[in-house]
């Protein structure tokens, strides 16, 4: 299983941007998607995530900002991003954990996309 993301950039403060990931290879069932980020010389830290049953969690500094939606048909998560701030550049990590069908679950990551916000 791959997980290619892709819609980083630049972009001035106040500004948006859509993140997308793709999940392919051998998929039977992806339990949780979503995105995490890391900035300089800090921890990865989760953005929001969102289940199979499309219960979502968003870390409390995106709340209201950003909006996570996947489409289970296509294998797909989506991260709208509005009214970005200086705080919110980082390289953006794509996750799934995903069930085979002998019931053994694993965790894949995406290769990171960078979101740079401006002044």
């Known amino acids: 299983v791959q997980l290619q993301a892709s819609g980083g950039g630049e972009v001035q403060a106040g500004g948006s941007l859509r993140l997308s990931c793709v999940a392919s290879g051998t998929v039977f069932i992806i339990n949780t998607m979503g995105w995490y980020r890391q900035a300089p010389g800090k921890q990865r830290e989760l953005v929001a995530l969102?289940?199979?049953?499309?219960?979502?969690n968003y870390a409390d500094s995106v709340k209201s900002r950003f909006t996570i939606s996947r489409d289970n048909a296509k294998n797909t998560v989506d991260l709208q991003m509005n009214s970005l701030k200086l705080e919110d550049t980082a390289v953006y990590y794509c996750?799934?954990?995903?069930?085979?069908?002998?019931?053994?679950?694993?965790?894949?990551w995406g290769q990171g996309t960078q979101v740079t916000v401006s002044s």
């Open positions: 969102i289940s199979s049953g499309d219960r979502i």
């Open positions: 996750n799934a954990v995903i069930s085979t069908r002998l019931s053994q679950v694993y965790n894949y």
